[in-house]
């Protein structure tokens, strides 16, 4: 019911909000949620997750930007087989260590690739890549009407989902779980940890780069922004604030997060966001470790059951 609930609210709600904002909380809601597989459910934390982002959005917005007759279905698939084998690449250098080292790591890998991005010339360096066409979905709908280019956007982020709400609620999620619970006992079970681990840091990249490859063509724009160090936090951020380990939670902190960047930077605390995003994260870290979610089913729980 209350999945159902949100489907309505999410059909209804381009012709009350503007669709592009409705867009960007979509596209960063994949995002997070594509994180929150790695670290709510494997345990793993990632401060490189926005290398992914960027290799989706840069090799989509690329080919857009110089095959005219290239359809957007198509730079999308090729912008999320990047990040999946960038994953790949990640995924096997860093995916034996634990903890700090694992953080350390990752973030290590994607300073190099936020460096490529830099020097390289089919990225527009600093300028970054502009005014990359929407194009025709399947050749037969104009992307360029914000309204359908909502409705595709949405059905990407339904099928990011889907994917890993299956995920976690297979045999496979229940590994996880259990690695992430007690690794060692799960070894001792005769799970290979290291491949189901790998396998999971895989599929993750490769929603990352499918909210970037749709990000790049709802903004028409990819940008280093995308791969700095300061989105991966951000990722952290929204997936503490809506709850670690739930399927709602970095949804609902990706809209928060979103929503609240939104109004700060039309108000006079515009140049205090990352101020006052620190503060959140601290005070979701010391006092609301459950996140948003977390809270509701923890006084759900208590009252209602």
Known sequence: MLYGAFFVIALIAPYVVYPVFLMKILCFALFAVAFNLLLGYVGLLSFGHAAFLATGG???????????GLTPELAILAGTSASTLLGL????????????????I??????LV???????????????????PRGKLLGVINLADNLAMYYFVLAVFMFGFAVVHRMVHS????????????????????????????????????????AGSVKTIVFQLASLNDAHWHMSGEVVLMTLVGGVGTLLGPVVGAAFVVSLEHQ????????????????????CVLMFRAGIIGEFQKFYKKNFK
């Not at 991005?117 to 890549?129: A, K, P």
């Not at 966001?273 to 620190?278: C, E, M, Q, T």
Request: overall charge neutral.
């Open 89 to 104: 690449g990640f995924g096997l250098l860093a995916i034996r260590r634990q903890g700090i080292y694992f953080a350390m």
């Open 106 to 111: 990752t973030l290590a890998l994607a300073q």
């Open 58 to 68: 840069y090799t989509t917005g690329y080919l857009l930007s110089t095959y005219s």
């Open 114 to 132: 936020f460096f490529f991005y830099v020097q390289s010339s089919f990225t527009g360096g600093e300028d970054g890549l502009h005014g990359i």
């Open 264 to 283: 700060l930077a039309q108000s006079a605390l515009g140049d205090w966001v990352n101020v006052i995003l620190g503060v959140i994260f601290i005070l």
């Open 171 to 210: 045999p496979y999620g229940h590994v996880l779980k259990a690695i992430k619970e007690n690794e060692p006992r799960a070894t001792s079970l005769g799970y290979n940890v290291d491949r189901y681990k790998l396998v999971a840091f895989v599929i993750s990249a490769a929603l990352a780069g499918l």
